[in-house]
T-cell receptor, first 113, second 115 residues
Framework: AQSVTQLDSHVSVSEGTPVLLRCNYS??????LFWYVQHPNKGLQLLLK??????LVKGINGFEAEFKKSETSFHLTKPSAHMSDAAEYFC???????????FGAGTRLTVKP | KAGVTQTPRYLIKTRGQQVTLSCSPI?????VSWYQQTPGQGLQFLFE???????NKGNFPGRFSGRQFSNSRSEMNVSTLELGDSALYLC??????????????FGSGTRLTVV
């Protein structure tokens, strides 16, 4: 079965500095990978997804992620953090074998002024 | 286009009671999944429905059940509530069953508090 590990439970950056949220996955098959964002008291919003096309995936709000099969990683990045980026971020893996989406534990991003 | 609608947004119940939560997917979406989110366990998969059939079920006791109607609306029911059932319950819908390519659109959730 597939699984995902988010390497940091909490990341704190200053506004205007780069963001890096790390995610490693495990899957027996070619995985699909997603990043979702959850703002306080809100549902989850899809940021971006990788589905075996281009390895560098661009998402909404300036976020992007790179699929690296050799490192089994799918890290989320953004060149310049904005205060509105403060939220919880979830890395998700799904494989075509069972259509079950497995969520990471989440990384809470704090953005300091 | 309306998003995924979950009702009610907040709910307070007493131990031993039962509760029904409702989810209306995006129009045209046929796949609906339910997740439980708690600070300790994170997001855990409950079950998935597609065209009124339960396709997948997570590792939850039989007190948790669900169903999907012909219009794709879904309900989940929790009987004999326990304090540990306090959580945010999220519903998500997808156009087709192949979430590997499409992912899900999530609702804002129902926050259930059991006292």
């Amino acid at each position: 079965a597939q699984s995902v590990t988010q390497l940091d439970s909490h990341v704190s950056v200053s506004e205007g500095t780069p963001v890096l949220l790390r995610c490693n996955y495990s899957s027996s098959y070619s995985p699909s990978l997603f990043w979702y964002v959850q703002h306080p008291n809100k549902g989850l919003q899809l940021l971006l997804k990788y589905t075996s096309a281009a390895t560098l995936v661009k998402g909404i709000n300036g976020f992007e992620a790179e699929f690296k099969k050799s490192e089994t990683s799918f890290h989320l990045t953004k060149p310049s953090a904005h205060m509105s980026d403060a939220a919880e971020y979830f890395c998700v893996v799904s494989d075509i074998n069972n259509n079950d989406m497995r969520f990471g534990a989440g990384t809470r991003l704090t953005v300091k002024p | 286009k309306a998003g995924v609608t979950q009702t009610p947004r907040y709910l307070i119940k007493t131990r031993g009671q039962q509760v029904t939560l409702s989810c209306s997917p995006i129009s045209g979406h046929r796949s609906v999944s339910w997740y439980q989110q708690t600070p300790g366990q994170g997001l855990q998969f409950l079950f998935e429905y597609f065209s009124e059939t339960q396709r997948n079920k997570g590792n939850f006791p039989g007190r948790f059940s669900g169903r999907q109607f012909s219009n794709s609306r879904s309900e989940m029911n929790v009987s004999t509530l326990e304090l540990g059932d306090s959580a945010l319950y999220l519903c998500a819908s997808s156009l087709v069953a192949d979430t590997t390519n499409y992912g899900y659109t999530f609702g804002s959730g129902t926050r259930l508090t059991v006292v």
